[in-house]
C-alpha cells in the first residue's frame, strides 16, 4: 500500500539514514508522498485506540470538526468520516450522528485530506465507545407540503426514502427499546390542530 516504507518511516521518525544517500533523486519526492501517506494510516490508525479515542472525544465535545450543515439537525457537532479505508479513493468528509448522513466539508482546506486518513471505522467505533455523545434530541424531519397537505413521497416534489432517517417506535439512541414510548419519532415543528386534520385527510387517500 506505501511504496518504499522503510525510508517513508525512516523519514516521519526523523532517523538518518545511510540508505538516503543511495535514493535517486527523482527517487525522493515518491518517498516524501509516501511519507505522507503512511502518516495519514497510522493516524487512522491511531484514532482507533483507546488514547486516539480519548482525544479525538475533547475535540469533538468542542464542536472542532464543525457542526451539521442540516437545518433540523441544530447544529450537531459532526465527526471527520472516511468512505473508503484505500489512499487515493476520497477526501475526508463529515458524519452527523443525528441525521446519519455525511456531508462534504465546508472548508476547502481539507479537500486535500484522504479519506483513508480517518477510515470508515472511525466515526461509528467512537460513537459505541462514547454513547453519551450521541444526540439525546428526537430526530425532526422535514414534511414538504403544498397547501398543507403533505406531498406523497410518490409524487415528483415529494421527499424520497424519508424512512432511512426514522427509527423504529420506541427506539432511544443508546440502542434500547422502550415498550412504553408510543410517540412517533416523525417530529412535524409546524403540527397543529389544522394540519393534523389536513393530515388525516392525506392519509385517506387525498395525497398531492
Ligand atoms: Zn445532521
Given at each position: 500500500?506505501?511504496?518504499?516504507?522503510?525510508?517513508?518511516?525512516?523519514?516521519?521518525?526523523?532517523?538518518?539514514?545511510?540508505?538516503?544517500?543511495?535514493?535517486?533523486?527523482?527517487?525522493?519526492?515518491?518517498?516524501?508522498?509516501?511519507?505522507?501517506?503512511?502518516?495519514?494510516?497510522?493516524?487512522?490508525?491511531?484514532?482507533?485506540?483507546?488514547?486516539?479515542?480519548?482525544?479525538?472525544?475533547?475535540?469533538?465535545?468542542?464542536?472542532?470538526?464543525?457542526?451539521?450543515?442540516?437545518?433540523?439537525?441544530?447544529?450537531?457537532?459532526?465527526?471527520?468520516?472516511?468512505?473508503?479505508?484505500?489512499?487515493?479513493?476520497?477526501?475526508?468528509?463529515?458524519?452527523?450522528?443525528?441525521?446519519?448522513?455525511?456531508?462534504?466539508?465546508?472548508?476547502?482546506?481539507?479537500?486535500?485530506?484522504?479519506?483513508?486518513?480517518?477510515?470508515?471505522?472511525?466515526?461509528?467505533?467512537?460513537?459505541?465507545?462514547?454513547?453519551?455523545?450521541?444526540?439525546?434530541?428526537?430526530i425532526?424531519?422535514?414534511?414538504?407540503?403544498?397547501?398543507?397537505?403533505?406531498?406523497?413521497?410518490?409524487?415528483?416534489?415529494?421527499?424520497?426514502?424519508?424512512?432511512?432517517r426514522q427509527q423504529p417506535e420506541?427506539f432511544?439512541?443508546?440502542?434500547?427499546?422502550?415498550?412504553?414510548?408510543?410517540?412517533?419519532t416523525?417530529?412535524?415543528?409546524?403540527?397543529?390542530?389544522?394540519?393534523?386534520?389536513?393530515?388525516?385527510?392525506?392519509?385517506?387517500?387525498?395525497?398531492?
Amino acid at each position: 500500500m506505501v511504496n518504499y516504507y522503510n525510508e517513508a518511516l525512516d523519514i516521519i521518525l526523523d532517523i538518518e539514514n545511510d540508505d538516503e544517500d543511495k535514493l535517486d533523486k527523482n527517487e525522493l519526492p515518491i518517498v516524501e508522498m509516501s511519507a505522507d501517506v503512511l502518516y495519514g494510516l497510522i493516524h487512522a490508525r491511531y484514532i482507533l485506540t483507546r488514547a486516539g479515542l480519548q482525544q479525538m472525544a475533547e475535540k469533538y465535545e468542542n464542536s472542532e470538526f464543525g457542526t451539521c450543515p442540516r437545518y433540523n439537525c441544530n447544529f450537531t457537532p459532526v465527526l471527520p468520516y472516511g468512505r473508503s479505508d484505500q489512499p487515493d479513493r476520497d477526501v475526508v468528509r463529515l458524519f452527523c450522528p443525528n441525521c446519519l448522513d455525511i456531508y462534504n466539508c465546508a472548508s476547502s482546506k481539507y479537500s486535500l485530506v484522504d479519506s483513508a486518513y480517518f477510515g470508515t471505522t472511525f466515526a461509528h467505533l467512537f460513537f459505541d465507545t462514547f454513547p453519551e455523545f450521541l444526540p439525546q434530541n428526537k430526530i425532526s424531519l422535514y414534511v414538504p407540503k403544498m397547501f398543507g397537505f403533505k406531498i406523497s413521497e410518490y409524487s415528483k416534489t415529494g421527499s424520497r426514502m424519508l424512512w432511512l432517517r426514522q427509527q423504529p417506535e420506541g427506539f432511544n439512541r443508546q440502542g434500547l427499546i422502550t415498550l412504553s414510548e408510543n410517540e412517533s419519532t416523525v417530529e412535524n415543528a409546524e403540527s397543529n390542530n389544522a394540519t393534523v386534520e389536513l393530515d388525516n385527510k392525506q392519509e385517506q387517500g387525498h395525497d398531492i
